[in-house]
């Protein structure tokens, strides 16, 4: 999780076999609700408050936007603190999730006349069944999908670079290999290309066996 977008305890110490009993329990009894929309500029601390005037919350979440959109945000307005698009909340009792969820769904988060998102509307939904280990599985697993396919792409380019530094390089070799022809009184020599249909197609299909191959064997390490 994003340190940013995390508003909850940060120190975990070991648990004894009671401990445990006790947390497992505790942990049955929570609930998690889902907000679909965060208000631009709302930070994790300010859900952490709004919520909790409606009953005890353990832990929130708060997903930071797409690095290229926040990338662009901050390059072409004043805003320069992160946003966040959607968010989990975990109340202690589960009970309390639902009839918040319900509650709130569909209202304006209201407050004092002139406060900053006083007339934005609340999106949020009970997630039966669902537990905070849960979101934190789905995070790691879309991270590590992530970055696989960071490195792909990155391999790819790689290749492609290699390939027209190579064309380069036989096209210097054959302008040099003609003008000493042209001397001599001789034609020049011209490079022989495939068909143009299995130009196309042959590259295609490496480039995805390539790719598909990659992809697995970097999952393949990561899990």
Do not use: C
Not at 103 to 111: D, E, V
Request: net charge positive; proline share 6%; aromatic share 8%.
């Amino acid at each position: 999780m994003e340190p940013e977008g995390f508003a909850g305890p940060k120190v975990v110490q070991p648990l004894t076999p009671e401990a445990l009993a006790t947390f497992n329990a505790a942990q049955a009894r929570t609930g998690v609700i889902y907000i679909s929309r965060i208000p631009p500029g709302m930070r994790p601390a300010k859900v952490r408050h709004l919520m909790s005037a409606h009953g005890e919350v353990e832990r929130v979440y708060l997903q930071q936007e797409d690095a290229k959109r926040a990338y662009l945000r901050r390059k072409y307005t004043s805003t320069k603190k992160p946003h966040f698009t959607e968010g989990w909340v975990e109340f202690k009792d589960k009970k309390v999730a639902r009839s918040v969820a319900e509650m709130l769904n569909a209202q304006p988060i209201g407050g004092k006349k002139g406060t900053r998102w006083r007339d934005d509307v609340w999106t949020m939904k009970y997630l039966p069944k669902f537990k905070w280990n849960m979101l934190t599985e789905q995070i790691a697993h879309e991270a590590a999908i992530h970055t696989a396919k960071l490195r792909v792409e990155l391999a790819q380019s790689k290749t492609e670079q290699r390939d027209y530094l190579k064309n380069v390089e036989l096209a210097r070799v054959l302008d040099k290999r003609n003008e000493k022809r042209k001397e001599k009184g001789l034609g020049p020599v011209e490079l022989k290309r495939p068909a143009e249909s299995s130009k196309e197609e042959e590259p295609r299909k490496r480039l995805k066996h390539t790719n598909d191959t990659q992809l697995d064997s970097v999952l393949g390490s990561i899990f």
